[in-house]
């Protein structure tokens, strides 16, 4: 069995790469060619995937199993950028398909659920948040009606480090949050205290995608969406697990805690703090604003997702992440909160 792995130096990609290698050591098992847009050393193979022809070494003949992780996960991509980042490439790796490779397409659980009508960004995303969301919908309906062969696509909510011990590849998304809190720059959390918020530890990804692609390919579009259900925490239960965690760290290097933020509902931030702040608050702080605004809609769902792989104790696994990146960034997570200073903008 010969498996492409694209995006192999990625969150996700990385431990799909950690995981597929170790499972695959012996020589008689599947062979694994990942790929990557900036690779260190002779592997994984470089391919800046859409910007260049695919390398000759990718396309002697059709894979048995195409896993795509690769994936511009920006939420505040146009809708140009989004199709250039995500859809153009889809299509640049499904064109090293044939009629019986197995496609692992990884997506996003964001294209399913409810969304608030606060969120949603009208004709330009067709009623999806983001050029993110609107791009991996656009890529699930490419991969399911244009691919000839079997196809299984894996939807993970916000992706967290590994449930054991936090560890991740690159902190980004959801990890904005942990410095905003101790900077002070998330002077208020915005959303509903009991809103759910989703998440996973990377390595469950992980195991997810791994097993669709050494597993039997499905004789139908499959979809496994990855999250703890009703067992989500809840948006308050995820900030007072990051601010507890944080003031854990604190303490042991003798550093004062960092007081919780206090919530506010979209309602009441749209309409009367965001025009605040936008008057008077710095460029910077604004920039925070805006980003933390965007975050918020992900961790104040009024519904959790049906999964077909539970997530168990998100608190765990947000702790363990929480506490990894304050390991990791010692000089953030002992910093000291500045109040939010303002400015006459006028």
């Given amino acids: 069995m010969r498996i492409l792995l694209t995006g192999a130096t990625g969150v996700v990609g990385a431990e799909v790469a950690s995981l597929l290698a170790a499972g695959t050591a012996d020589r008689s098992g599947p062979q694994i060619v990942p790929t990557a847009r900036r690779p260190t050393g002779n592997s994984p193979v470089r391919w800046d995937i859409g910007a260049e022809p695919a390398p000759d070494a990718l396309t002697a003949r059709p894979w048995d199993v195409i896993v795509h992780t690769a994936a511009s996960t920006r939420w505040t991509m146009t809708r140009d950028e989004a199709t250039d980042a995500n859809i153009r490439t889809l299509r640049e790796v499904l064109a090293l398909a044939g009629p019986d490779t197995h496609v692992v397409h990884v997506s996003t659980a964001y294209v399913g659920g409810v969304r608030a009508p606060e969120d949603l960004r009208g004709a330009e995303f067709e009623g999806y948040r983001n050029g993110y969301e609107w791009s991996k919908a656009v890529c699930e309906d490419i991969v399911t009606t244009e691919h000839r062969g079997p196809v299984t696509i894996v939807r993970p909510p916000l992706v967290m480090g590994r449930r054991e011990d936090g560890r ?71 900030v007072d697990i990051t601010c507890d965690t944080l003031n854990a760290f604190r303490a042991e290097h003798g550093v004062e805690p960092i007081a919780k933020p206090p919530t506010v509902s979209t309602e009441s931030w749209n309409r009367f703090f965001l025009p605040l702040a ?24 009024s519904e959790p997702f049906p999964p077909t792989r539970r997530v168990a104790d998100p608190g765990g696994v947000m702790a363990a992440s929480v506490r990894h990146w304050a390991q990791s960034k010692p000089r953030q997570a002992l910093g000291r909160p500045t109040p939010w200073t303002l400015i006459n903008a006028e």
Avoid: C, H
């Fill in 278 to 301: 936008e008057q008077w608050l710095s460029p910077v702080q604004q920039q925070a604003v805006k980003l933390l605004a965007m975050f918020q809609s992900y961790t104040s769902m």
């Fill in 168 to 238: 991740i590849a690159r902190f980004s998304g959801p990890y904005s949050l942990f410095p905003a809190l101790v900077s002070g720059l998330a002077a208020v959390v915005v959303g509903d205290p009991d809103g759910y918020a989703e998440i996973s530890p990377v390595d469950e990804v992980a195991e997810a995608i791994a097993a669709a692609a050494l597993g039997p390919a499905p004789s139908a579009p499959r979809t496994e969406v990855i999250a703890a259900g009703q067992d989500s925490l809840r948006l308050d239960a995820l």
